[in-house]
Nanobody, 124 residues
């Protein structure tokens, strides 16, 4: 099993920045691809970003490309989501995700493990 604990959510104004963190435990962190999803009220959960276990390959949803950046620190077993130029439509619960992959796998969009989520609210 993989345990994922998100932090860093909060209430911010449109145009501000926020950084989410997710600490992983239970399996070697460098064996996991990591990602972020979000779910807004009344909407389905949607993919936001992911990063491969090796080589730093990333994938982004079109809605966040050029505003959000996913990164990982293998020494700290932590993945980050830097969110800039936040918009009201970014308001959602953000979930950290993990997936066991092979070394050469690209950044995935489907995952095996999920965190409990952290609320991000952007007001205009």
């Amino acid at each position: 099993q993989v345990r994922l604990v998100e932090s860093g959510g909060g209430l911010v104004q449109a145009g501000d920045s926020l950084r989410l963190s997710c600490a992983a435990s239970g399996r070697p962190f460098n064996s996991l691809a990591m990602g972020w999803f979000r779910q807004a009220p009344g909407k389905e959960r949607e993919f936001v970003a992911s990063i491969s276990r090796s080589f730093g390959n990333t994938e982004y949803a079109d809605s966040v490309k050029d505003r959000f950046t996913i990164s990982r620190d293998n020494a700290k077993n932590t993945v980050y989501l830097q969110m800039n130029s936040l918009k009201a439509e970014d308001t959602a619960v953000y979930y950290c995700t993990a997936k066991r992959t092979i070394v050469t796998a690209p950044a995935p969009t489907e995952f095996d493990f999920w965190g409990q989520g952290t609320q991000v609210t952007v007001y205009s």
